[in-house]
T-cell receptor
Framework: AQKVTQAQTEISVVEKEDVTLDCVYE???????LFWYKQPPSGELVFLIR??????QNEISGRYSWNFQKSTSSFNFTITASQVVDSAVYFC????????????FGSGTQLTVLP | DVKVTQSSRYLVKRTGEKVFLECVQD?????MFWYRQDPGLGLRLIYF???????EKGDIPEGYSVSREKKERFSLILESASTNQTSMYLC????????????FGQGTRLTVV
């Protein structure tokens, strides 16, 4: 069985603040992939990043960065200098080798960036 | 530009009706998925298919069935719609290689009255 927990249901920040979205996962498998998706108000989920369990290197892409820590089973997502366009629901997801074709999603975090 | 297209953006149906939700992808992907999205519950997998005419149950298959007669098309069927099936339905596709990202359609907001 695999599980993803996003404990933050809603976060509200003011533009230009940094914000971190938490993701904690559970799996018995040693081989797995982690993902982040963004769902803007239009509704379509947009893929942001994928990480495999053997690559703990943090990743930075523009204002986005991801911190993967196997020791705490976490894959947190930070937006630096947030903008109004970052307002969306963000989902963390997990695919383990034991359930290779299935993506298990967390419940999502609604991020609102206020001008 | 890769595309997953769901046939309807909004749908209103009556209790007991048979409902078809259609999804088409143009990426020649092997895998296709149907998810249901509800507030506070995230996305839950209903069914998925890894090949034509192949299907597997996800986490919440009760009350649903699926059909995949062609590689590019994956249909979700509500045999007898009920009010607790009012939800957002999302279709997705991915390649057959494990660990690749899934591409999603724009979603169908289904209301059963």
């Amino acid at each position: 069985a695999q599980k993803v927990t996003q404990a933050q249901t809603e976060i509200s920040v003011v533009e230009k603040e940094d914000v971190t979205l938490d993701c904690v996962y559970e799996t018995r498998d040693t081989t797995y992939y982690l993902f982040w998706y963004k769902q803007p108000p239009s509704g379509e989920l947009v893929f942001l990043i994928r990480r495999n369990s053997f690559d703990e290197q943090n990743e930075i892409s523009g204002r986005y960065s991801w911190n993967f820590q196997k020791s705490t089973s976490s894959f947190n997502f930070t937006i630096t200098a947030s903008q109004v366009v970052d307002s969306a629901v963000y989902f963390c997801a997990l695919s383990s080798s034991g359930s290779a074709r299935q993506l298990t999603f967390g419940s999502g975090t609604q991020l609102t960036v206020l001008p | 530009d890769v595309k997953v297209t769901q046939s309807s953006r909004y749908l209103v149906k009556r209790t007991g009706e048979k409902v078809f939700l259609e999804c088409v992808q143009d990426m020649d992907h092997e895998n296709m998925f149907w998810y249901r999205q509800d507030p506070g519950l995230g996305l839950r997998l209903i069914y998925f298919s890894y090949d034509v005419k192949m299907k597997e149950k996800g986490d919440i298959p009760e009350g649903y069935s699926v059909s995949r007669e062609k590689k590019e098309r994956f249909s979700l069927i509500l045999e007898s719609a009920s009010t607790n099936q009012t939800s957002m339905y999302l279709c997705a596709s991915s390649t057959g290689q494990w660990g690749t990202e899934a591409f999603f359609g724009q979603g169908t907001r289904l209301t059963v009255v």
